[in-house]
């Protein structure tokens, strides 16, 4: 069983444009446009996803890509430009959502302490079959900001679970469970108004 | 743990989850790929998860929004930009209030107090001098207040996607700096071009003068002689009309004499007013002492709330008022519905309607008196409130509605904050224990922190802290009392229902008698107590997220990525 696994650009399997980040890294600031365009679009989505509102979103794109301009000197050319984009996306986001204290919301929730429930299959089937995507990034906004993000760094950046363990700053073998947890609030999210809701058997 | 017909487990949901993610090991892997092999459920999970997986990348990836317009291109300058911009923001706003004050409010004060009407605010100027509601400037200063932190709360949260955009806020800023800035001519000056605005001591319209235009008048007297074919607006300290008007009197001013004729209505703000002329149309009075003399003529209604009533002229149609004491010697066509302490209906009254009064003691009819029916009279009741009158209920049902508004604003700035609030407050024990000490205490403090070497800028930081706490504490208490009747929820609308239900329910309660201090007290003290715990837990540094713990929980124990499934 193959589990789709995203590009990390929003293009998959684009290559990096390696010249062009050459030459914005050398203080070109042509190609550091070009750059901020070719990026900037998956970036503001990358935050779309994460942050609360649009507004949120295209300042959130902005800051980072001015932290990204000054931090350009630091990366490293042997790794992967847009992981490391990515986490820098990611660390930023944390931190607005970190700043509200958005954390408070939800992570601070009872439930948070409670077993989940295995969820019946075909139960788990109709909720997925019946809902589109934009369903889903609405239901996003229901999300506590640990599990949001997590999902974001996850199925939109593709991020492994050792950055995302760093980014939100858990430990390794708890980004599955962070996970889980993000699915069963999304299911409850998406079957609020039906009788759908992610529940069954133990 | 649920068992498979074959009698192996079922397998976790995290693990099958780990399977595909690629979390597990090759041995783990190993096993969950045998088991699924004979379990069909796990097997359905499995795919499930994984179907699971790919909608959401694929809702995540969509390409639903372009690049907005305003980031398509870098902007680096952006931000430094803004950080003069904003210098300027503040010290035109700070312009602007002082140009407010200097060139609008000053000016208008002084006329009001040249008019008689020294003191306080503007506002509660223009509305509260009549002695009938004497004792409601507190109330009333409280009222304003919330209301203003009301608006300020709906602009904030209206403007709140714009807040952002530095932009759009420094040119809201900066105009409204700029307008204020410009030239304010003294008292209301050029409002209109065929405006005649007199703008001195003293006004006099001579006999055989016509204005055909309406008169504004901000001064010290006022004497209308001639004839003003339009309206009269007067903020003076006597206003005279001898003469003709063909609109409305609109008056606030120590007393006014009307002796002329006005076409249209009176109404009149003022110490006490003296109608000797003729009013074709209503008139409608808030004042400590009204006459209408015998020679005076009201060609519609007569409605009048003021300490001293004495009618002796003539009401076309109904008289509606509430007074302290009133003399009725005059004639009505129509009804007569009053009000207040006492009522005397001499002999040379006549009324051609209904009459009804309420009073403490009955009304004093003069044998000869002419009354088409006989006079309704209803014992006022001896409310708790009953100095206040009717109007006190009215107020009450603000305070609810103010109160509402209130919570609505705080519930959708700070939703987060609110629920955390709301959940303090439903542990009962520990926010009335802790609003005990918080209620004096912090109040104390701010008082300490005035007088002391702390300083005036952070006691009345705390006392202003304090008092919008204070107010909170209704709509806290409020929302519990909701959840009680309506139950729990956490979704927006049904959460402000049911806090304007709990609202409606305390604000009714904290006015019952006797008890009803004790009540508010007790809101008080549970409110801020909520609020306290809530704002505690809100300061508390953040160490690091939460790691979820289930201990015995199927899926509760995190598992290291090296797990592996043992059978049961």
Request: glycine letters at 8%; hydrophobic letters at 45%.
């Amino acid at each position: 069983m193959e589990p789709l696994r995203p590009g990390h650009l929003s293009v998959p399997g684009k290559t990096e444009p390696t010249d062009l980040i050459a030459q914005a890294r050398a203080g070109d600031t042509q190609a550091w446009g070009d750059l901020y365009r070719e990026y900037a679009p998956a970036i503001f989505r990358f935050c779309r996803r994460a942050l609360p509102s649009k507004e949120d979103a295209e300042d959130a794109t902005m800051e980072i890509f001015m932290k990204l301009r000054d931090k350009l000197v630091q990366y490293d050319p042997s790794r992967s430009f847009s992981a490391w984009l990515y986490k820098v996306a990611a660390n930023h986001c944390w931190d607005v959502l970190r700043r509200r204290r958005a954390r408070h919301d939800k992570d601070m929730e009872d439930v948070d302490q409670l077993p989940l429930e295995t969820p019946e299959p075909n139960q788990l089937e109709r909720l997925i079959e019946e809902r589109s995507g934009e369903e889903v990034r609405k239901a996003l906004d229901k999300l506590g900001a640990r599990a949001r993000m997590a999902l974001v760094m996850r199925y939109y950046s593709d991020m492994s679970y050792d950055e995302i363990a760093d980014a939100i700053g858990v430990r390794r073998p708890f980004v599955g469970v962070v996970l889980l947890r993000a699915r069963h609030e999304l299911r409850q999210a998406l079957g609020e108004n039906t009788s759908l809701a992610a529940g069954g058997t133990r | 743990m649920n068992q498979n017909p074959n009698s192996a487990p079922h397998l976790d949901e995290i693990t099958l989850l780990l399977y595909v993610e690629r979390q597990l090991d090759r041995q783990a892997a190993q096993e969950v790929s045998l088991h699924t092999q004979t379990c069909e459920r796990c097997l359905n999970l499995l795919r499930v998860l994984d179907r699971e997986s790919r909608l959401l990348t694929r809702s995540m990836l969509e390409d639903d929004e372009p690049l907005p317009a305003r980031i398509a291109e870098f902007q680096a300058k952006v931000k430094r930009s803004m950080q003069w911009l904003w210098g300027v923001i503040f010290a035109m706003a700070l312009l602007g209030v002082y140009s407010l004050y200097s060139f609008v409010v000053e000016p208008w004060q002084m006329r009001l107090e040249q008019a008689g009407f020294g003191g306080t605010n503007l506002l509660s100027i223009l509305v509260f001098q009549g002695a009938f509601w004497k004792g409601w400037q507190s109330m009333y200063t409280l009222v304003e207040f919330v209301a203003l932190a009301c608006s300020a709360g709906f602009a904030f949260f209206l403007g709140r996607r714009y807040l952002k955009r530095g932009t759009a806020l420094a040119l809201l800023f900066a105009s409204m700096g700029f307008s204020l800035l410009a030239p304010v001519p003294s008292s209301a000056q050029g409002v209109k071009v065929d405006v005649d605005m007199k703008n001195r001591e003293s006004l006099e319209i001579p006999k055989d003068q016509t204005i055909s235009k309406d008169v504004y008048f901000a001064g010290s007297q006022l004497r209308v002689d001639g004839t003003v074919d339009g309206d009269v607006y007067a903020f003076a300290q006597d206003a005279d009309i001898s003469g003709h008007v063909t609109g409305d009197v609109i008056c606030f001013a120590r007393s006014l004499r009307v002796s002329g004729q006005v076409d249209g209505n009176v109404r009149a703000f003022t110490n006490n007013i003296t109608l000797t002329g003729t009013v074709n149309k209503s008139v409608l009075t808030m004042n400590e002492d009204a006459r209408i003399e015998s020679s005076a003529n009201i060609g519609h209604n007569l409605t009048s709330f003021t300490q001293i009533l004495a009618v002796d002229g003539k009401i076309g149609r109904d008289i509606l008022s509430m007074f302290q004491e009133a003399t009725l010697a005059g004639t009505v066509a129509g009804n007569v519905r009053a009000r207040g302490a006492s009522l005397t209906i001499t002999s040379t009254a006549q009324i051609d309607g209904t009459a009804s009064f309420e009073g403490e003691k009955p009304a004093i009819v003069a044998s000869g008196a002419k009354l088409a029916s006989p006079l309704q009279y209803k014992v006022l009741e001896h409310k708790s409130h009953r100095e206040y009158g009717f109007g006190y209920f009215i107020w009450r049902l603000v305070w609810a509605g103010a109160w509402v508004l209130f919570g609505l604003v705080l519930i959708s700035l700070m939703p987060g904050f609110a629920k955390e609030t709301i959940r303090s407050a439903e542990m009962y024990g520990a926010p009335i224990g802790l609003g005990v000490l918080v209620l004096p205490g912090v109040a104390i403090a701010a008082l300490f922190a005035c007088i002391t070497i702390v300083g005036l800028f952070v006691g009345i930081s705390t006392f202003l802290l304090w008092l919008v706490t204070l107010f909170s504490s209704f709509v806290v208490v409020g929302s519990v009392v909701g959840r009680w009747i309506l139950g729990k929820t956490d979704e927006f609308w049904p959460t402000i229902g049911r806090m304007a239900l709990g609202v409606a329910i305390v604000v009714v309660a904290s006015d019952a008698p006797k008890v009803g201090w004790l009540i508010t007290l007790g809101i008080w003290v549970w409110g801020m107590g909520a609020v306290a715990i809530a704002l505690y837990r809100r300061l508390q540094p953040i160490i690091a997220p939460k790691i979820p713990s289930m201990p015995g929980g199927p899926i509760g124990t995190p598992l290291p990525p090296n797990t592996t499934v043992a059978p049961a």
